[in-house]
């Protein structure tokens, strides 16, 4: 069999990759870097393509998929909630493309409608097959229906991790990570070689800043990601007892209603579904002046501070004294999040300006930390071959050289285009 990397080789964004298994020509994931300019994984013949098999829905993982439909039939397996909040990313990508950014996208509305129609859903740890091939998805634990992927074939077994995060959180339960007899591992590597802070001690502490915030009577701005993130934030709040109110506004609301059709793929569906009734929801512009002159907590769907809701509230929120702004995410280089996380500044009217209020970055991650990666390590039985992918280039390189070190495996952090045969 044969692995080629056509993204996510030794950088974070567009993970795509071409397993040829059984004389076939599968797809694992086709995402999109989003930069300036946006940069996608390496071109294949649709036409050659048997199958396509997606490990959940960021960008980063489904944003090229769409580019396989503007003349072909090709069915993609995912998981239900994968497939519905795919719709909405991708959707909402394209319309910012076309109106905001004006940046070229290689498809349409008509190609997601076309992918729409492709997908075949498939439950959690059922096996299905793509001619004699046997797959089967697993719990990945990084955000609601992602999945690692196990692919059985020629006498042979390739689980590909997608992104995974081993420890529980709220939303989602922690990765089903005991694979058994692997011969070929493809797993991320975003922390190949960092560890994160205790969980607990993460959620103890972004609870007691909110509290101390909002009792004085001031508001909490949490930028955070439409889905997943906002939702484990008002979760985190919830199992805390957090008892002011928590509001949530765009595209985040529309994530809640998938999630409520989804709820056996959530860790809690129970707290899920009372932080859901506690929730102020924040629909139009009298709404939202409202809740920011209320003291409690505003979740706004914009990770890295990028877009129009969180430059609404950013303005008036950072500029008084008693309100916070709290990051839950890693930010990227020129982004809005990373000037407010570096400098404590923000843009206000085209104008650079110190924040007044306090500020305040939390790490909660929903990928798995070195000490994970090397925990599911541990438990692989076999002699695989591993290749680190979805990881810096420090991240990687040092990832397998531990490997190589530690276990004596085949280890290997590719570069873009490598072919791996096994
Ligand atoms: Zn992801
Ligand atoms: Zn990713």
Known sequence: MKLTTLGASREVGRSAFLLEIENKKIILDYGVQIRHPMKWPLHVNPKEIDAIILSHAHLDHSGGVPSFYLSNDIKTYCTKPTAQICDLLIDDFINLSNDVTKQYLPYQHQELEKMKESIVDIGMNSEFNIGDIKVNFVNAGHMPGSVSVSIEGEGKRVVYTGDINSSDQNLVKG?????GEVDLLITEATYGVNDHPDREDVEEEFVSFAKDVTERGGTLLVPAFAVGRSQEIA???????????????????????????????????????????G????????????????????????GMMVGGLSSY????????????ISLVSYQAEGTPGRTLLEKKMIKVDGKLKK????????????????????????????????VAVHG??????????????DYGYDAIAPVLGDKIII
């Open 235 to 277: 979760c985190v709040l919830k199992s805390h007892n957090y008892s002011l109110p928590v509001a949530m506004d765009g595209m985040a609301l529309k994530t809640n209603r998938i999630l409520l059709e989804n709820l056996e793929f959530l860790g809690d569906s129970e707290l899920f579904k009372q932080m859901i009734n």
């Open 392 to 405: 810096e280039e420090e991240q990687a390189t040092s990832f397998v050289q531990k490997v190589q070190k």
């Open 355 to 386: 924040i007044k209020g306090k500020f305040e970055h939390f790490n909660f991650s929903s990928h798995s930390g070195s000490k994970q990666l090397f925990e599911m390590i541990d438990g692989i039985k076999g002699n695989p071959t591993i």
């Open 175 to 179: 990765a089903d990570t005991k694979y």
């Open 313 to 324: 509230y950013k303005g008036s929120i950072a500029m008084n004294e008693k309100n916070a």
């Open 279 to 302: 929730l102020t929801e924040a629909k139009n512009w009298k709404q939202r002046k409202e809740i920011m002159n209320t003291p409690g907590v505003i979740i706004v769907p914009a």
